[in-house]
C-alpha cells in the first residue's frame, strides 16, 4: 500500500497497471488493437513530421528563389539564417523537455505546432535579415517540442521490438514535406508573374497555414497518455497497459526525480549519443541549407529545376529510414549494427561530393548524404526504447537533441563564401 506521497513517484502507468494485472492478452485481439494504433496515430505523427521538415526546409528553397536578394544577405548572415533556427532549438530543449514533462504531452505539442506555424507565416512579412533571424530563432524554439515528443510517444505506444520500425515510419515520411515545400516553391517561383508578392513571401505563408491546420486537428485527436485513447474501448486500453508493461518504461510522471537526472549524468552511453547527434547534425545543417544552392550553382541546374532535384532526396528519405528497420527487423538484428552500415555510406557519399572530379559522382555522393535521415531514425529508437525512467528519459532526450542542435549550428558555418560554389 502506498501513501499519496508516494504515489507521486510512480510512473502515470503504475494505477492502470494495478487494474490489469494478471490479464492475459489474446495475440489476435493484441494484433487488432495494434493495426489501430497504427492507423490512429502514426498517420497524425507522419503529418507533423511532414509539417516540421517543409517548414525547417523552407530556407533552402527561397533561398535561390529572391530571399538573399530581397533582404540583402552576405553568404555569412545566409549561414547565420541556417545556425540561429538551432540555436533557439539549442536553448529551450530542456524547457521544452520540462515541459512536457509536466503538462499533458500531446496538448503541449499541439500548442507548439500552432505557434511555429504563425512564425513560419512572419517570414513571409519580413524585410531585412535581423528580423529574418528572429523569426528562425523562435521557430527553433517551438520546434524543440517535436522531437522529443515523439520520442516518449513512441516508447509510450510501442513494445520495444515495434519501435524502430515504427521511427523509420515516421521519420522517413517527413520526406514528403520536402517533397511538399519544394513543389509549392516551384509553383509559385513558374507563376511568380501573377503574384503581387515575391516567391518566397508566399512560399512562407502556405506552409505556416498548412502546419497550423494540422496543429489545431492533433490538439483533439492525440490523447496525452495510451489509456486514455478515445478511440479504444475498455478492454483495448487494458491491451495496450500490458503491452508496455513489457518495456518496463512506463508512461511517464510529472514529477522531477533528481536522482534519476543524476544517474543520467553519469551514464557514459547518453555521452555517446551526445557525440554521435552532433556528427550527425554536422551533415544535416549544411546540406539540409545549402542542398538547393548546391545544386544551382555547383551543380548548373536552373532554378526551377534546382527545386524539383529535391524531391530526389526527400524520396531517399521516405524509403530509406523503413527499409534499414526492415533490414534491422529480419536480417540483421542489432540496430546499431545497422546504424554504422548507413553512416559509411553517408562517408563515402561526402567524401564523392568533396572530391570525386565528375559533377555525375559527385551528385550520386550528394544524394548519399540524405541518408542522415535514416541514421536519426536508427539511433532515436535506441534512446526511447532502452532508457526507463521519465526524467532520466527527457535528460537522455535532451543531450541526444542538444548534440543534434550543435552540429546543425556548425554544419552552416564550414560553407564559406570564399570556396563558393565547391565548399569542399
Known amino acids: 500500500v502506498l501513501s ?20 492475459v492478452m489474446d495475440p489476435e485481439k493484441e494484433k487488432k488493437v495494434l493495426r489501430k494504433i497504427d492507423l490512429m496515430i502514426l ?16 530556407n533552402s528553397y527561397a533561398s535561390i528563389v529572391g530571399l ?28 521544452a523537455n520540462m515541459l512536457i514533462q509536466r503538462f499533458p504531452l500531446s496538448k503541449t505539442l499541439a500548442f507548439a505546432v500552432v505557434s511555429w506555424g504563425v512564425i513560419i507565416c512572419c517570414h513571409g512579412a519580413c524585410h531585412s535579415s535581423a528580423t529574418f533571424l528572429l523569426c528562425r530563432t523562435l521557430l527553433g524554439i517551438f520546434e524543440s517540442f517535436m522531437d522529443p515528443s515523439y520520442m516518449i510517444m513512441t516508447s509510450q505506444w510501442y513494445r520495444k521490438e515495434e519501435q524502430y520500425i515504427r521511427c523509420g515510419i515516421w521519420l522517413g515520411l517527413q520526406g514528403f514535406g520536402t517533397m511538399l515545400g519544394s513543389g509549392i516553391a516551384y509553383g509559385f517561383y513558374l507563376h511568380k508573374a501573377s503574384y503581387h508578392f515575391a516567391p518566397w513571401r508566399l512560399l512562407y505563408i502556405v506552409t505556416g497555414v498548412i502546419t497550423i491546420f494540422f496543429g489545431v486537428i492533433s490538439f483533439f485527436h492525440v490523447p496525452d497518455i495510451p489509456a486514455k485513447a478515445w478511440f ?23 514529477k522531477f526525480k533528481l536522482d534519476q537526472f543524476k544517474e543520467a549524468m553519469l551514464d557514459p552511453c547518453i555521452y555517446l549519443f551526445f557525440f554521435y547527434m552532433v556528427g550527425y547534425g554536422i551533415t544535416n545543417g549544411s546540406i539540409g541549407n545549402f542542398g538547393s544552392i548546391l545544386l544551382k550553382e555547383q551543380f548548373h541546374f536552373p532554378t526551377g529545376q534546382s527545386l524539383l532535384m529535391n524531391m530526389i532526396g526527400s524520396g531517399i528519405d521516405i524509403i530509406f529510414p523503413l527499409a534499414f528497420a526492415l533490414l534491422n527487423h529480419y536480417y540483421i538484428p542489432s540496430r546499431l549494427g545497422v546504424g554504422i552500415i548507413i ?4 562517408f563515402i557519399g561526402l567524401c564523392m561530393l568533396a572530391f570525386a572530379p565528375e559533377n555525375p559522382v559527385k551528385l550520386v555522393g550528394f544524394y548519399l548524404s540524405y541518408l542522415t535521415t535514416a541514421s536519426w531514425a536508427c539511433m532515436s529508437s535506441v534512446v526511447s ?9 527527457i ?30
Open 385 to 393: 526504447s532502452n532508457i526507463g525512467g521519465h526524467t532520466k528519459k
Open 43 to 58: 498517420p497524425m505523427m507522419c503529418i507533423l513530421m511532414t509539417c516540421q521538415l517543409m517548414d525547417k526546409s523552407t
Open 68 to 95: 538573399r536578394t530581397d533582404l540583402k544577405m552576405t553568404s555569412q548572415e545566409y549561414s547565420w539564417v541556417a545556425s540561429s533556427f538551432y540555436l533557439g532549438y539549442l536553448v529551450f530543449e530542456y524547457p
Open 4 to 23: 499519496t506521497e508516494e504515489l507521486k513517484d510512480v510512473d502515470e502507468a503504475f494505477q492502470y497497471g494495478l487494474d490489469t494485472d494478471g490479464f
Open 232 to 254: 479504444l474501448d475498455e478492454e483495448e486500453k487494458k491491451y495496450v497497459v500490458e503491452r508496455i508493461r513489457l518495456n518496463r518504461t512506463g508512461f511517464g510522471n510529472k
Open 343 to 346: 553512416n559509411v555510406l553517408i
Open 395 to 424: 535528460t537522455a532526450n535532451t543531450a541526444f537533441l542538444v548534440g543534434f542542435c550543435v552540429g546543425n549550428m556548425i554544419g552552416p558555418q564550414a560553407y564559406l563564401g570564399s570556396e563558393a560554389p565547391v565548399y569542399i
